[in-house]
């Protein structure tokens, strides 16, 4: 596709519930990374997947966050037992391999935990 | 500890301005800083990318320096437009992590009055 897609959009969910959110990179692009951005507060870096190397994790608040990514297509960031700080906007962004490339994002998929 | 600072309130400026940013960190040593702008409901759009090495980069109506002995970067818009309001993110790699693991400022909201 011409941009990074994410769905759904919204995402509305009980506290305690599993929820699944999906990235389509750019074609082409080996990198793909997830950022979480509440409300009126920067990007906070999730997790990154490069090519087929093992993905960072380091960002990944707690082990309810898990994250999977098909090769270098779809990835999908699964949050199980919500919580409502878990409410924010889940940003994806990919690039290109190699140092200082810029990351295009999606839209966000914004989750509301209530 | 680390951190990356920038203006959390708005700057509001009126139309053929000139609008500064500023970007300030803190404990970090990055090779590159890129500036992004994001508007509401939108993810980030990658706007420059500046070198430890360049004092200033320019394109269009956007110019950014960097001085990596005052660990700061200003990002400036001449003749601003109402087109430019948004929020503007800045955003610093960790260096030597031999991938683009960027840190995000929350962002400055720039408001352009006609």
């Known amino acids: 596709g011409a941009g990074v897609s994410q769905s759904p959009s919204n995402k509305v969910t009980e506290k305690g519930k599993d929820v699944e959110l999906r990235c389509d990179p750019i074609s082409g692009h080996t990198a793909l990374y997830w950022y979480r951005q509440r409300l009126g507060q920067g990007l906070e870096f999730l997790i990154y997947f490069q090519g087929n190397s093992a993905p960072d994790k380091s960002g990944l608040p707690s082990d309810r966050f898990s994250a999977e990514r098909t090769g270098e297509s779809v990835s999908t960031l699964t949050i199980q037992r919500t919580q409502q700080e878990d409410s924010a906007v889940y940003l994806c962004?990919?690039?290109?391999?190699?140092?200082?490339?810029?990351?295009?994002f999606g839209a966000g998929t914004r989750l509301s935990v209530l | 500890s680390q951190k990356i600072e920038q203006n959390s309130e708005a700057l509001n400026i009126q139309e053929g301005k000139t609008a500064t940013l500023t970007c300030n960190y803190t404990?970090?040593?990055?090779?590159?800083l890129q500036w992004y702008r994001q508007d509401p409901g939108r993810g980030p759009v990658f706007l420059l990318l500046?070198?430890?090495?360049?004092k200033e980069k320019r394109k269009e109506r956007l110019k950014v320096t960097f001085d990596t002995t005052l660990k700061q970067s200003l990002f400036h818009i001449t003749a601003s437009q109402p087109a430019d309001s948004a929020t503007y993110l800045c955003?610093?790699?960790?260096?030597?992590?031999?991938?683009?693991?960027?840190?995000f400022g929350t962002g400055t909201r720039l408001l352009v009055s006609p």
């Open positions: 962004a990919s690039s290109l391999e190699g140092l200082a490339s810029l990351q295009y």
């Open positions: 404990n970090y040593s990055p090779a590159y």
């Open positions: 955003a610093l790699d960790q260096g030597n992590t031999g991938f683009q693991k960027l840190v």
């Open positions: 500046i070198r430890e090495n360049e």
